[in-house]
């Protein structure tokens, strides 16, 4: 699966926190040798040009000495010296992959053997437009010497960048290279996109950066819009273990909001969860098909409304919070949310609390029995708080791009 919305995100890993929910060590806890070790960095002076011979990509890359490439089935490994005897290891897939599984089997295969793991940190953000999910996990070998292994993976609309270094320390280092590498990533066939609307938004449960979600919204040759809602989840379930969260959906909407298809698709661990088509049918309505939870599904969507794309819903969001009148109001719309129901549409209650937090209307945000408050400037959903029980999942926004 390549790789829904937000709130379907929301829900489900609330659910998951409930059923056992585990934070990352403080590494004032861990032996003097080892934070002293875990503090580590270097610079990186220089920058190098690197492209294998076919031309599949390109990149200029912040390190202490020339990358090699090699060429590999499905992949291409780049190893990066950054300043420290063991370099870093990266990796360009010819076709886009699950972020959140990704990196997950990438920390976790090497040190499989291994008597003991700890997670030591999980953390998300941007590197300029693109978002990254990172993990850093400490080992004890069988002689019961440590180690740390970290991984990084940027993903991209065909492909996949993933980073690894085996040693403590050097966390800032090892994201400055990968930070390099991303931002100047330039894929030979990468189509040309001239996104409307272009945003990322973090997730954060605890004190973690837990994940991202990915909203990019672009007109096709008609005029209809085409979004792609990706996310990307890491959650800690105990010291040693994690659950991946992987989702990707790829809707179309009319000019004027009315949903025309959508695919979506969910996974846990790398195993598919959820794999829905939704199409429009020519007697009116949609038919709904794939399966979910494992179990096969063709049958009729039930709408109480007409059913609305994610664009849409952001751009009436958006006027519903910055109205010429200066009178934020409500908004109840209908979408669909396979993970909430996936026969049956969801609605969302936005309605105005009347305070304003830094300038901006707060809102209260009703779906599927969930509330959530948040705040909406001009360019959409600026943050989003939602509580269930003990727990308070935050959403904010890294970076957006979009167009009036």
């Given at each position: 699966?390549?790789?829904?919305?937000?709130?379907?995100?929301?829900?489900?890993?609330?659910?998951?926190?409930?059923?056992?929910?585990?934070?990352?060590?403080?590494?004032?806890?861990?032996?003097?040798f080892l934070q002293e070790a875990l503090a580590r960095e270097a610079t990186l002076p220089g920058e190098y040009t690197v492209s294998p011979e076919d031309g599949f990509f390109s990149a200029k890359i912040a390190g202490s000495a020339r990358p090699e490439v090699t060429v590999r089935e499905g992949v291409y490994q780049v190893t990066i010296p950054i300043a420290t005897d063991i370099p870093a290891e990266c990796f360009v897939y010819h076709e886009a992959l699950d972020s959140a599984a990704t990196l997950s089997q990438l920390i976790e295969l090497p040190l499989s053997d291994m008597p003991r793991t700890e997670i030591l940190e999980i953390d998300a953000g941007t590197f300029g437009q693109v978002p990254y999910l990172y993990q850093e996990r400490l080992y004890l070998t069988e002689r019961k010497t440590a180690g740390v292994l970290k991984g990084i993976v940027m993903p991209f609309d065909s492909s996949l960048l993933a980073?690894?270094?085996?040693?403590?320390?050097?966390?800032?280092?090892?994201?400055?290279?990968?930070?390099?590498?991303?931002?100047?990533?330039?894929?030979?066939?990468?189509?040309?996109?001239?996104?409307?609307?272009?945003?990322?938004?973090?997730?954060?449960?605890?004190d973690m950066n837990i994940?991202?979600?990915?909203?990019?919204?672009?007109?096709?040759?008609?005029?209809?819009?085409?979004?792609?809602?990706?996310?990307?989840?890491?959650?800690?379930?105990s010291a040693d273990e994690t659950l991946a969260r992987d989702e990707y959906n790829v809707i179309r909407e009319q000019a004027n909001?009315?949903?025309?298809?959508?695919?979506?698709?969910?996974?846990?661990?790398?195993?598919?969860?959820?794999?829905?088509?939704?199409?429009?049918?020519?007697?009116?309505?949609?038919?709904?098909?794939?399966?979910f939870q494992g179990k096969a599904i063709d049958a009729p969507l039930k709408a109480t409304s007409g059913v609305i794309g994610p664009y849409h819903q952001h751009r009436e969001m958006v006027r519903a919070a910055n109205p010429g009148s200066g009178q934020p109001r409500g908004l109840s719309v209908d979408a669909y949310v396979p993970s909430a129901n996936p026969l049956q549409t969801v609605t969302f209650d936005l309605n105005p609390t009347g305070a304003r937090l830094g300038g901006l209307p707060e809102y209260e945000l009703s779906f599927s029995g969930l509330k959530a408050t948040g705040v909406v400037d001009d360019k959409g959903q600026k943050s989003m708080t939602v509580k269930m029980g003990p727990l308070e999942l935050q959403l904010s926004r890294a970076y957006v791009n979009s167009q009036p």
């Open positions: 699966m390549k790789k829904p919305s937000i709130v379907k995100a929301v829900a489900v890993f609330l659910a998951v926190c409930l059923s056992g929910c585990a934070t990352t060590p403080q590494t004032s806890q861990l032996p003097d980073c690894l270094h085996d040693t403590a320390g050097y966390g800032e280092t090892f994201r400055q290279m990968a930070a390099s590498f991303a931002n100047t990533l330039v894929l030979r066939d990468a189509a040309r996109q001239d996104f409307v609307h272009e945003e990322v938004l973090l997730w954060k449960l605890r994940g991202y979600t990915l909203n990019r919204a672009e007109p096709d040759t008609v005029g209809d819009i085409k979004s792609t809602v990706e996310t990307a989840l890491l959650l800690p379930r909001g009315d949903l025309i298809s959508g695919r979506y698709a969910e996974a846990e661990n790398g195993e598919i969860k959820v794999s829905i088509n939704l199409d429009r049918v020519e007697q009116g309505g949609y038919r709904v098909e794939g399966t």
